[in-house]
């Protein structure tokens, strides 16, 4: 007997140890997804001057991979579903580190375009699957520090890529200059394929259904219409065609809507789990992380245009002086597990209500001071709003999904990421095209304000979370 409890407790040992290291393949495609969002903003201004790419092939720099990278992730979690997660985890991974090596070795702004809708498709094939792949490969104990791990790695990574970029652009290694900006995820990407490869274990799906061409259809179209109509209103104000074009993709949305429902009443298995809304976390953590998203996009955009274009920061200033705000993201993730465990719900609303007073703060300093930045005074400020942002983003997601069980929980792995992505074009969009038209300093503290209004909102939402802290589990001892 004692034999064979050692021999179980070894192989225990060895497949949780397994988990952790898939897990670390998981958190490293989620940086590299991730990053690639923001990191290309702060690179824009060299990429343009070296391939001479005009205003339009700029836009679409930018928004062909977060357009991409929308439009995929219901399908491809879909086809994860059908052919097994594991394997489409490490195709996508693949394809991604290839399409970021592509894109650092485009010769026109054309193929640049190319490579980076390719990078987002693969990017969507890797975070389609994520969170299914966390959920299935730790026990239910385990979710809350789990997510707390990715949701800090997301993030962490979205607000690093302006860091990071200026950075690159400023050092240049090897005299890649821009080029660098991609290239990084080469040795980023072979490290997250080599854990995959040899930890991640995932039975094949036990369960074949089919891919639902007809709603694949209606979802990509709708979202891709959606998407690029307020990109272009976010970019050339409101116009008629685009607003039109966006009034018709939601009514494509609608028609995508009643296409699920129908299925699902044929007992068939509809490409988006309706019934999800029905449970209260997921509905209204659906809500906020549609707000987080487009008031953190429309966040960094307004800084990246604020500090350079308006103040004259270089990319790496630019870097230094988000460099507080990263760290105070840093240890409000830490912070966060701990304390929802022991206050629930409040503390995200505290973080998120924290950030806004701290963002109002900053808007006030700019227009009494006429944009004269003081670096070192503003340090303190700066790290608050990014503790209150790690306070609330980190455990979001676990007390939206708290109340799903395993199947409804696969069923949000590419849900939710697509509510995310929705939330980044949405809330740019209206917020910069409404309060930010004119890139001037009054424009930029019209923004921050209603960044600061819409923060304070979403403090009073969150109370309407369900309030479950689960008492946090200590880190796992990887033996």
Do not use: K
Not at 109 to 121: K, P, S
């Amino acid at each position: 007997m004692t034999e064979i409890g050692t021999r179980a407790s070894a192989e225990t040992a060895d497949g949780e140890r397994a988990a952790w290291l898939a897990f670390a393949g998981c958190l490293i495609a989620v940086f590299m997804q991730m990053i690639d969002v923001t990191i290309v903003n702060t690179a824009l201004p060299d990429i343009t001057s070296d391939l001479h790419a005009s205003r339009s092939e700029q836009l679409f720099v930018i928004s062909g991979y977060s357009l991409a990278f929308a439009c995929t992730l219901l399908v491809a979690a879909r086809i994860g579903e059908l052919t097994g997660r594991r394997a489409m985890f490490l195709v996508s991974v693949v394809a991604f580190t290839a399409t970021s090596v592509w894109c650092g070795v485009s010769t026109s702004a054309t193929e640049l375009i190319i490579a980076r809708v390719a990078q987002g498709i693969s990017g969507a094939g890797m975070a389609a699957q994520t969170i299914a792949i966390l959920t299935a490969s730790f026990p239910r104990e385990r979710h809350p520090q789990v997510f707390a791990l990715y949701g800090a790695t997301a993030g962490f990574a979205g607000m690093l890529g302006p860091i990071l970029g200026g950075t690159l652009i400023t050092l240049s290694p090897w005299g890649f200059g821009w080029h660098s900006i991609f290239l990084i995820n080469l040795p980023l990407g072979l490290l997250a394929l080599a854990l995959a490869l040899r930890y991640l274990r995932l039975g094949r799906p036990a369960e074949r259904g089919r891919l639902d061409p007809v709603g694949a259809i209606l979802s990509t179209v709708s979202l891709f219409a959606l998407l690029g109509a307020l990109a272009d209103l976010q970019q050339n104000g409101w116009r008629p065609g685009p607003f039109a074009v966006a009034v018709g993709a939601l009514g494509l949305g609608a028609l995508f809507v009643g296409h699920q429902r129908l299925l699902d009443r044929r007992g068939r298995t509809p490409l988006v789990r309706l019934d999800l809304f029905a449970d209260r976390g997921f509905r209204v953590g659906s809500i906020l992380v549609t707000l987080f998203f487009g008031l953190f996009t429309a966040f960094v955009y307004t800084i990246s245009i604020t500090l350079q274009d308006e103040l004259d920061f270089s990319p790496l200033r630019t870097g230094l002086a988000m460099t507080p705000f990263a760290l105070g993201a840093g240890a409000g993730a830490l912070a966060s597990p701990l304390l929802v465990g022991r206050w629930g719900v409040r503390v995200l609303a505290v973080g998120i209500a924290s950030y806004g007073v701290c963002i109002a703060i900053g808007a006030a300093y700019l227009h009494i001071t006429g944009g004269v930045v003081n670096l070192a005074l503003a340090a303190g400020p700066v790290f608050l709003s990014g503790l209150g942002v790690g306070l609330f983003g980190v455990q979001l997601q676990p007390l939206m999904l708290a109340g799903l069980d395993q199947r409804r929980m696969d069923a949000a792995s590419g849900l939710l990421p697509t509510i995310e992505q929705i939330g980044n074009g949405v809330g740019l969009a209206l917020l910069s095209t409404v309060f930010f038209r004119a890139h001037t300093l009054g424009g930029s503290v019209t923004m921050l304000s209603a960044i600061a209004v819409v923060a304070l909102g979403m403090g009073v939402l969150t109370l309407a979370l369900p309030d479950t802290p689960a008492r946090p589990q200590p880190f796992a001892r990887i033996e």
